[in-house]
């Protein structure tokens, strides 16, 4: 079975600051995708990100990247130039194509004025 | 509004009552995934739909739970016998998977609360 694991339960930096949220996982298949959501406080649940496992390429959207090692089964999340508006509980997921979500325990990132 | 809805946003109900949840996914969208939050947790998944099949559920969908889309629209979730351990955010999300596509991207509704007394 395929686990997901945030160690960093609560993370808190500057508005304007980057900051970078980490993530592992655990799987023995070759093809997968990996997710980052963000969930705002009461808030709906958000795509941040996704990363194809095939792909070399790390994953960007405007000020949101992904360091993704393959062989370390890493999946680290980058944001630059931080904003109120991240403040929000952000949460690393795999899934193997179109199949469910996997989903880790979450980090919940404040954006400080 | 066209992303995905659920009905009701929260309910407070006594230990051993029925719940019933509804959501109502994006136009359209043949995959619809029922997840459980806890709090301070990450979604759990509990079953998904493929139109109105009923492709896959979860160990943690025990046999008081039962979920259903009849018309490969929207679905329901019921819990019978509820206990307190079914507190949690119940979270829906609707996809459009292509035949033979490799990935589907799910968005998600806003939730429904549940908290038994």
């Known amino acids: 079975a395929q686990t997901v694991t945030q160690s960093q339960p609560e993370m808190s930096v500057q508005e304007a600051e980057t900051v970078t949220l980490s993530c592992t996982y655990d799987t023995s298949e070759n093809n997968y995708y990996l997710f980052w959501y963000k969930q705002p406080p009461s808030r709906q649940m958000i795509l941040v990100i996704r990363?194809?496992?095939?792909?070399?390429q790390n994953a960007t959207e405007n000020r949101f990247s992904v360091n993704f090692q393959k062989a370390a089964k890493s999946f680290s999340l980058k944001i630059s130039d931080s904003q109120l508006g991240d403040t929000a509980m952000y949460f690393c997921a795999f899934s193997q194509g179109a199949q469910k979500l996997v989903f880790g325990q979450g980090t919940r990132l404040t954006i400080n004025p | 509004d066209t992303g995905v809805s659920q009905d009701p946003r929260h309910k407070i109900t006594k230990r051993g009552q029925n719940v019933t949840f509804r959501c109502d996914p994006i136009?359209?969208?043949?995959?619809l995934y029922w997840y459980r939050q806890t709090l301070g947790q990450g979604p759990e998944f509990l079953t998904y739909f493929q139109n109105e099949a009923q492709l896959e559920k979860s160990r943690l969908l025990s046999d008081r739970f039962s979920a259903e889309r009849p018309k490969g629209s929207f679905s329901t979730l019921e819990i019978q016998r509820t206990e307190q351990g079914d507190s949690a955010m119940y979270l829906c999300?609707?996809?459009?998977?292509?035949?033979?596509?490799?990935?589907?991207?799910?968005?998600f509704g806003p939730g429904t609360r549940l908290t038994v007394l």
């Open positions: 990363q194809e496992a095939y792909k070399q």
């Open positions: 999300a609707s996809s459009f998977l292509v035949r033979g596509g490799a990935y589907n991207e799910q968005f």
């Open positions: 136009s359209e969208h043949n995959r």
